[in-house]
């Protein structure tokens, strides 16, 4: 009997090369210049970084330098010439944001969106997937999965660009995506509200004997490196996914859709 393949390193999703938002310029919303960055931050607008010219530290900037703090949006201090080639106007005057295409929501508006529903929450957190093709993907998956929502760190990840809203092809109008400050902390306020988190690693035992029902968290890992070692150790349970072909990777995306649907597969089974 020929032996299942194992993924290769932390579940083996392949060395995808990430969309940087820099690089993906027309694909996000970037906002240039100093009153119209000020007042994205102050109309409430998410704005998912910001850069400013080192070394500049006159008033509005410093202005700009506090609301980005307050709302919690990445700084990034750069050179002159690096503001230059992020800019598209030429006139950035020495501030250049970064602004979400939709809406973040909150963990606990997905808590309650289970609760109307009258399921256990299943939701799906996402440990540094840069690639925003990837991240529409899962959002997809989740809603067609009858998923409750997707959480997203602020670092290390793709944001709700216009490109993660085209590839999800229309779910992220429906299924809320949450952007949190620190994935291990949030697991741990969720396991007090009584969920289990599952994640996949090449070392896994057979997601077919896991119980994957019940209130659940699913947390794919990134494109190259797999789920990182904090994240893992507050998972409950480490599934792996049987593989019987000769490649030995799934594209992140596809890992968790795999996962999700076992899961999916259960809930149905459990509700006969």
Same mark, same amino acid.
């Not at 392949?14 to 906002?31: G, M, W, Y």
């Not at 994205?40 to 700009?64: E, H, N």
């Not at 949450?178 to 009584?194: C, D, F, H, Q, Y």
């Not at 019940?214 to 990134?222: D, R």
């Given at each position: ?134 991240? &529409? ?12 929502? *997707? ?52 070392? &896994? ?51 968790? &859709? ?5 899961? *999916? ?8």
């Amino acid at each position: 009997m020929r032996e299942n393949h194992r993924m290769q390193g932390n579940y083996g999703y392949p060395e995808e090369q990430p969309e940087k938002p820099e690089q993906n310029r027309e694909h996000t919303l970037v906002i240039e210049g100093r009153n119209a960055v000020l007042e994205a931050f102050r109309s409430g607008r998410t704005i998912d970084k910001l850069f400013v010219l080192d070394g500049c530290q006159d008033g509005p900037v410093r202005t700009i330098i506090r609301e980005a703090k307050k709302h919690g949006a990445i700084l990034n201090f750069v050179g002159k010439e690096r503001l230059s080639q992020l800019s598209q106007t030429g006139r950035h005057q020495g501030v250049i944001a970064y602004a979400a295409a939709y809406a973040y929501a909150e963990v606990d508006d997905m808590l309650k969106l289970a609760q109307e529903r009258g399921e256990d929450p299943f939701l799906l957190l996402l440990d540094g997937i840069e690639d925003p093709h990837n991240l &529409g993907a899962i959002i997809r998956t989740a809603n067609i999965a009858g998923a409750h929502g *997707v959480i997203i760190p602020k670092r290390r990840a793709a944001g709700l660009t216009a490109t993660v809203a085209k590839t999800s092809a229309g779910a992220l109008n429906y299924t809320p995506v949450a952007k949190v400050t620190n994935l291990v902390k949030t697991m741990e306020e969720l396991k007090e509200k009584g969920i289990w988190f599952v994640c996949a690693d090449m070392d &896994g035992e057979s997601m077919y004997s896991l119980d994957l029902t019940g209130p659940i968290g699913l947390v794919i890992g990134s494109e190259g490196e797999g789920v990182s070692r904090l994240v893992k150790e507050n998972c409950d349970f480490v599934a792996g996914i049987p593989m019987k072909g000769e490649i030995t990777s799934l594209n992140a995306s596809v890992a968790g &859709g795999v996962l999700a649907y076992e899961i *999916v597969r259960q809930r149905m089974q459990k509700a006969r």
